[in-house]
């Protein structure tokens, strides 16, 4: 029998040109094997096609943030029942950690609106998706000044809640910002008649401010002329007369405006305001 020609190996040869034999990786026909070199690997590739890796969505990864730090004597217990039972859908830790934040809010707004802020952020990051919280966020991002962030989050409260007892802060954010056009749009929307006593009149204060900040100081007055000026026991009356006269000084009617500080001295006991000193002038 005649013997079959050997390779380096030692191995019987096919006998065939190597340029005929199938490529390492086997026919770069069969089926499943990548035709372009751009739709994968190269074509002689035994691995095939393999899709490039997906690079991870950042826009999904919740970043750090910083978190204030919260004294000890803080436990949360010290909200509202109300607001506790809000936090309820949260697991047991997560929701004291955000009661704990929410309380140094409360603690921190008026001795230190920035810190009440932080507080307020970091109460956010841990229950974004509850009103009360987003809420909190956008009052306490008020009162420090940082009115683009009140407004983006006194927004996702209302979109959650549909409670619209925000809208004059939102109204007055847009003031801030320098949009006293889009402060009365808010003041002259469908949802202001859904507002209670006190938050109608200080939708009027706002509104009443942003006329001012288009130089309509005339315009300005008659948005707080209203039956309410004769109230003389709610809260919110000497807000409403120190606004009033505050609108006629500025309008140049002088004498109307001194005796609008008169009346509102004459009903602010707890002395809010320079009601009686600016009378006095």
């Given at each position: ?11 019987p040869?096919?006998g065939?040109?190597?340029?005929d ?6 026919r770069?026909?069969r ?7 751009s739709e994968g ?6 691995r ?19 978190e ?11 909200l509202?029942?109300?607001?506790r039972?809000e936090?309820?859908?949260l697991?047991?830790?997560n929701?004291?950690?955000v009661?704990?934040?929410m309380?140094?809010?409360?603690l ?20 974004g ?14 009162r420090?000044?940082h009115?683009e962030i009140a407004?983006?989050e006194l927004r ?11 809208w ?29 006593k006190?938050e ?42 120190y ?18 500080f008169s ?19």
């Amino acid at each position: 029998m005649e013997e079959r020609p050997r390779n380096n190996s030692g191995r019987p040869s096919s006998g065939r040109p190597s340029s005929d034999r199938p490529a390492r990786g086997g026919r770069t026909e069969r089926p499943g094997a990548p035709r372009k070199v751009s739709e994968g690997r190269e074509v002689s590739d035994p691995r095939g096609f393999r899709a490039p890796p997906q690079e991870r969505d950042q826009s999904r990864i919740r970043p750090r943030i910083f978190e204030p730090d919260i004294p000890e004597d803080v436990t949360g217990e010290e909200l509202e029942k109300s607001v506790r039972a809000e936090l309820l859908s949260l697991s047991a830790e997560n929701a004291k950690v955000v009661a704990r934040h929410m309380v140094c809010v409360n603690l921190y707004m008026d001795a230190d609106p920035e810190l009440a802020h932080k507080h307020a952020v970091a109460a956010a990051h841990h229950a974004g998706r509850l009103a009360v919280v987003r809420e909190t966020a956008g009052y306490a991002a008020y009162r420090a000044g940082h009115y683009e962030i009140a407004l983006k989050e006194l927004r996702a409260a209302n979109r959650i809640s549909g409670d619209v007892s925000m809208w004059p802060v939102m109204a007055d954010c847009e003031r801030g910002l320098g949009n006293p056009l889009k402060a009365l749009s808010l003041a002259g929307s469908p949802e202001v008649k859904r507002l209670d006593k006190a938050e109608e009149i200080e939708m009027r204060i706002v509104a009443s401010g942003a006329r001012r900040d288009l130089g309509e100081v005339d315009a300005a007055v008659v948005t707080l002329q209203c039956k309410e000026l004769k109230n003389e026991s709610d809260e919110w009356a000497v807000r409403l007369r120190y606004a009033y006269a505050d609108a006629l000084e500025a309008a140049g009617r002088l004498a109307e405006a001194s005796e609008w500080f008169s009346k509102c001295a004459a009903i602010d006991h707890e002395e809010s305001t320079d009601a009686q000193e600016r009378a006095a002038k």
